[in-house]
Structure formats: C-alpha cells, structure tokens
C-alpha cells in the first residue's frame, strides 16, 4: 500500500477553481454592463452557423432570448429586413474571406415590440477547427443616432431646396427690376436727351453760357444711360437670352477688361443649341457660380491668366475655371466666413451638379463644376416643321 498526501493538488485545484470563479465573474460584470450584445458567431464549412455565447444584452436589443437564438441561428437573419440582407451577407462573406473586421449596419423587425430597429455590428474574426470561422463581437442599438442623422440630412434637404427656391426668386426679381430699369428709365432719359437736343438748338447764340449748361445736361444723362445700363447689365446680363455659351464668353472679356487678367475662353458648344436641355433658371444659376468663381480669382488668386472650358460629355455640362495664381489652402476652405465657396457648392448641388475644388496643373487653382443636362426632346417624326418666322 502507497498513501500519497493529495493536500497541494487539491488546494492548487481550488486555487485555479477561485480564479477561473472570479475571472468569470469579472468579465460577466463587464459583458453586462456593455451597452448592447456581446455575441461569439461561428459559420462552418458547410454553411451553417451557430452562436456559441450571447449575452445578457440578446433580449433588450433583439426581443429574444439567448437560449431561444442559439437553438434557432437562422433567426437572426430573419430579422433583419429584406432590404438590408443582402448587404449583411455580403459583409460577412468579404470578412470570411480576407479574415477582415465584420462591420455592418442595418436594420431588424423586434416583433416583440412590433418596431424597427437600427443595429451596428462589428466583430472579429478567427479560423477554427475544421475550416470554420469564428467572430467575436458586439452589436449596438444606433437607432436614435441614425434617426437623428436622418433628421439632419431631411433638414439639409430642405434648407437646400429653400436655398434654391430663394435664389430663383432673387434671380427673377433681378431680371424684373433690370427690365424695368431697361425700359421705363432707359426710354426717359432718351426722351430726356431728345428734349435737350431741341432746347438746346433753339437757344439764342448771343448766351453762350445757356448752351454750356446745355451740354452739360447733355453729357450727364450720357453719363447716366451708361450707369443703368452697366446697373442692368449687372443685374441680369442681355447676353443670358442668347444662351449660356454667349454669356458664360461675355462675361470673361468682361472680366478681362475689368480685372485686367487674360482670359481664355475655350468650347467646343458654340454651335450646339444647349438652351433646351438647359432651363433658364439652371443658366443662371451656372453663370452666377461662374461669376463668383471669376471674382475669387481677382480678389485672392494673384493671377495673371485664367482659362476658361466649357464642353459637354453625354449628358453632362463641365465647366473648369483654372487660374495660375498662389493656389488654395485647405485652410482657406475651413474659414468661418468662406461664404463665397460655400454658394458656389449650394448652388451648384441644387443644380442637382458638384463642384470641385483642385491644384490646376501647373500651379494656380481649378474649380470644376459638373451638372446633368435634361433629356433632349425626341423630335416628332410625323410633323411637319414649319419655317421660323424672321
């Protein structure tokens, strides 16, 4: 008979049964004080799929309870909704395959609760046995978060559509305003000017110094036919009823004669009739975002040269503004009061477009705007085209 003195193991053994005790009783405490679902998934060869730990977190966040999705996996799936599926396994089929994080987001049906929930997944994964491939991870309620980004993007949907509609109400006013300017006050200095052309060929050559006054009337309303006249043409310019190849040129001698810098006005659409695929609001609001763009280049670029390219590819309009300047900062587009940027990007996104801010090559800035022509109308086979009356 052998006796041996069992002692050490066996309090070696409760030693390790104490620590295992509070090692799990730690990470219990911080599982269930995780906000959300701390969840092991494992996916085998064959397809099938199994949730090996699920915390306490399972009910509050899917309705179920752990014991009831571990016997039934493919319950998860189900409630997701049928739209967000696809991208849920599609996720998951790229992070079995590069062994990548899992991140997903969707939503699922709580049908305890009858109501829909945003959730947010992120999990690791491992290889297991027998080609298996094990995830440890976490899934999140972002519900409010995500309503609250909707809300945010429905705002700035709105604020966008007020933004244009205020500016087609602002760009209508200006045309009215230089419409009258045009023609009630054009047509009376005119006859102003008429009337002073008469007086002043009757007045008696023995006062010369009425005639003097005379011509001085005479060249003052000279003088101010051209400032409403140049007061019209900044209001609305004439040039914009000829098309937006006509006045987009126009305006660049004018700001070459202005600013005194060059510039280059290239397009391959002068002989292409844009206005039908190109409403007038949608022409104004591009030569306003072209304007301001030619007013940054005088105030801040130090350039001596701009070229200007308008061109056309499909059903899209590019317009390219490119100075030779100092550049842009990314500083400069962060600044509080950068509102001339930002109009030009507000605009240009109600135009249902994008702008574009880039280093020109060769040094300068380029400013890029790109915007969906409307379908060109098909033309009716069967009618018969009338001559356009001169």
Known sequence: ?????????????????????QYEARFNA????????????????????????????????????????????DLFLRLVLPEDRKGYLEAMAVSKISLSSWNWEGRIWIDA???????NLRATPHAALDAAVQWDGIMTNITDSKNEQQDALRSRARLAELTDHIEQVKEQERARIAREIHDDLGGNL??????????????????????????????????????????SLDLRPSTLD????????????????????????????RELDLDPELDPDHAAALFR???????????????????????RVRQHLLLSICDNGRGIAPADRLKPHSFGLRGMSERARALGGTLTLSAAPGGGTM?????????APVPNRGARSEPRQQ
């Not at 679902?37 to 509050?60: E, I, K, M, W």
């Not at 609760?113 to 959730?119: E, L, Q, T």
């Not at 006062?207 to 409403?228: C, F, M």
């Not at 975002?289 to 061109?311: C, D, G, P, W």
């Open 190 to 231: 005119t006859a102003i000017k008429m009337a002073l052309s008469m007086l002043a060929a009757r007045l008696p050559p023995e006062q010369p110094q009425l005639l003097e006054k005379a011509t001085y009337l005479d060249d003052l309303v000279d003088r101010t036919i051209e400032a409403v006249h140049r007061i």
């Open 367 to 375: 400013v890029a705007i790109k915007i969906r022509l409307a379908p």
């Open 30 to 73: 911080i599982v269930n004080h995780t906000p959300g679902l701390v969840y092991q998934f494992l996916l085998h060869a064959d397809g099938t799929h199994a949730f090996p730990y699920l915390s306490g977190g399972c009910a509050p966040l899917l309705g179920v309870q752990p014991l009831e999705l571990q016997a039934d996996p």
């Open 1 to 21: 008979m052998i006796g041996d003195d069992l002692s050490p193991e066996q309090a070696a053994a409760a030693a390790l049964a104490h620590a295992l005790a």
């Open 113 to 119: 609760w009858k109501d829909v929930k945003w959730i």
């Open 242 to 269: 000829l098309g937006i190849v006509a006045a987009l040129e126009w305006q660049a001698r004018e700001f070459e004669k202005g600013a005194g810098i060059a510039c280059d006005f290239r397009s391959a659409e």
């Open 289 to 311: 975002i072209f304007q301001e763009a030619l007013t940054n280049v005088a105030k801040h670029a130090a350039a001596t040269r701009v070229t200007v390219s308008l061109r």
